[in-house]
């Protein structure tokens, strides 16, 4: 087409793996490096303060604003199922959590059939990534472009929560991202010099100052061009104009687990049948597409504090304001600082090669909000653990709702469908209530307030976990790579039958590792991003 953009590579989705790939594909000059995104700039000054993300949740900012279909698992509720539609994708707006997973997910993804993605070939990728604010060591590195730190918050309520995992048997870890994941240990996060440290922050911007990356937001990319089965470009809309942009070498999709199969499939790649039933004639009958999603599900036991916690006197109007403006001007203060400590990684039971719960320890309760004496009243202080299903055997899909790239996918989560779900969750749940009434907890814990005293037994608490469990927002795996006859995308996360098109994000998982998803997320474009520059493989850690 006479005056058609063309470019290298074109990059759909400047979220994780879509920043990644346009710092380590423009490391080379002679690449052109197209990367676009549907959302908005990462301009906000919430998505860089650390404590704004609780607004932004509020308000659903930045959001595509999917909800699941109803879930018959969870008494027919539609699960709000947020994901970051803002340049730096949902790095922009989670919780900043900096979790690698546990080694064995990694040794199942090589022995389910990603050959190459063992714990010792992406280790060296993980240290390769990051900065350590402790220094770099056999497992974390200390020289990459992404920050990582230790919590600050500082609660003396986390030194007891210690001692009663210790009291049953937990124990704790100096790091969950280096030699042992298993315990309870300090959080991690990705914010560094007292701002969150976005995919968008850590590589898109070094990439954007190169000069051979470009970025364009506010573009909804609406099909991947193909001729046969090779693909040559997108076509998108931006500003009311719908455009094609080639691509010399690949398209690689980056939108993330639902927008990335989305995308397949108003191209005619996906199941048949399917695509059909909407009115898109296949081009690349492949039955997986949007197939296998998973996520992890979560409830959080909770209890009333006698006394205020420190988080709450940060918390009054006025010490808030000026909180905030510290953080926007100088990267300093409370609102730098999230009410959450501590993680904590357990195994229910011992034939397990990788823990099954993940804790997810809170300083304050959920409805915590600014207040001012004679405005408003402080709220009741709280606390509260939520422990975290971390691999589901229930599965789920992405559909289309019709050919209409605008309209929204189709998201069935079908959580709680494979029974052992609903027991291993309520196994944490157990043991999240039985850590809250050790001994250790008595000073701080006042009335359990969900799901309360009168919550005993085995049905009961079924029934609550199906009325409250809502998602942890690690949705995954719905193009999985490998070998098997299952996977969509080949070990380099190229698509199957496809030429000059790759998916590189979270969709690419075979399954779910054990905790927060961005790292792998990371590790998975990281390591992706060598054999696209014709670079050998680091070498395996020992």
């Not at 879930?71 to 709000?80: F, K, T």
């Not at 076509?235 to 993330?256: C, D, M, N, Q």
């Not at 990335?260 to 004639?281: A, N, T």
């Not at 009434?437 to 005993?456: C, I, L, S, Y």
């Amino acid at each position: 087409m006479a005056g058609t953009k063309e470019y290298d590579y074109v990059i759909v989705g400047a979220g994780s793996a879509g920043c990644l790939l346009a710092y380590r594909l423009g490391a080379d000059p002679s690449n052109r490096i197209l990367v676009l995104e549907a959302g908005g700039p990462d301009t906000d000054p919430l998505i860089h303060i650390p404590l704004g993300l609780g607004k932004m949740h509020e308000k659903r900012a930045h959001d595509w604003g999917y909800d699941t279909e109803p879930e018959e698992g969870l008494n027919g509720r539609e699960i709000e199922a947020m994901r970051g539609k803002v340049v730096g994708g949902s790095s922009s707006i989670n919780v900043m959590a900096y979790v690698r997973g546990h080694r064995g997910d990694y040794d199942r993804w090589a022995d389910k059939g990603a050959a190459g993605w063992s714990y010792a070939d992406v280790l060296p990728y993980f240290r390769r990534m990051e900065s350590w604010e402790k220094g770099g060591d056999e497992w974390r590195g200390n020289d990459g472009p992404l920050h990582t730190q230790s919590a600050r918050s500082d609660d003396p309520l986390w030194e007891s929560w210690i001692e009663a995992g210790n009291a049953m048997g937990f124990g704790f870890t100096e790091d969950y991202n280096g030699e042992k994941q298993e315990g309870l240990g300090r959080s991690q996060s990705t914010i560094h010099e007292g701002r969150r440290h976005s995919a968008a922050t850590a590589f898109l911007r070094p990439a954007l100052r190169r000069g051979n990356v470009t970025l364009q937001d506010s573009t909804y990319v609406t099909r991947v061009e193909m001729e046969g089965n090779r693909a040559t470009g997108v076509a998108y809309s931006r500003l009311g104009k719908t455009e094609v942009v080639h691509a010399a070498k690949e398209v690689i999709l980056s939108g993330g687990v639902f927008n990335s199969p989305q995308l397949l499939m108003l191209s005619g790649i996906g199941p048949g049948d399917h695509l059909r039933s909407v009115g898109i004639d296949p081009v690349i009958d492949s039955p997986y597409v949007g197939g296998n999603l998973q996520d992890h599900l979560a409830v959080q036991p909770t209890a009333s504090r006698p006394e205020a916690g420190p988080f709450r006197k940060t918390m009054r109007f006025d010490r808030m304001a000026v909180s905030i403006i510290r953080a926007h001007l100088f990267g300093t203060g409370p609102a730098t600082v999230l009410p959450g400590g501590l993680h904590g990684f357990i195994k229910t039971r011992s034939d397990l090669t990788a823990t099954d719960i993940q804790f997810l320890f809170r300083g304050a309760p959920g409805n915590a909000h600014m207040w001012f004496p004679g405005i408003k009243r402080p709220y009741t202080d709280g606390f509260g653990v939520r422990p975290v299903l971390l691999h589901p055997e229930s599965r789920g899909e992405v559909l289309l709702r019709s050919a209409d790239p605008f309209d929204k996918v189709r998201i069935r989560q079908n959580f709680l469908s494979v029974p052992q779900d609903l027991e291993t969750l309520r196994k944490g749940v157990k043991l999240a209530r039985e850590m809250m009434h050790q001994p250790a907890m008595d000073n701080f814990r006042g009335t359990e307030t969900a799901p309360g005293p009168n919550v005993k037994s085995d049905s009961e608490l079924d029934e609550w976990i199906r009325r409250m469990a809502i998602t942890a927002h690690h949705p995954s795996c719905t193009l999985p790579m490998g070998t098997n006859a299952e996977a969509v995308l080949d070990t380099e996360c190229r698509v199957k039958g496809a030429e000059n098109l790759r998916v590189i994000d979270a969709s690419a998982m075979p399954d779910l590792v054990s905790g927060n998803i961005h790292a792998a997320v990371l590790v998975i474009a990281e390591k992706v991003s060598d054999h696209m520059m014709g670079k050998p493989y680091l070498p395996r850690a020992a």
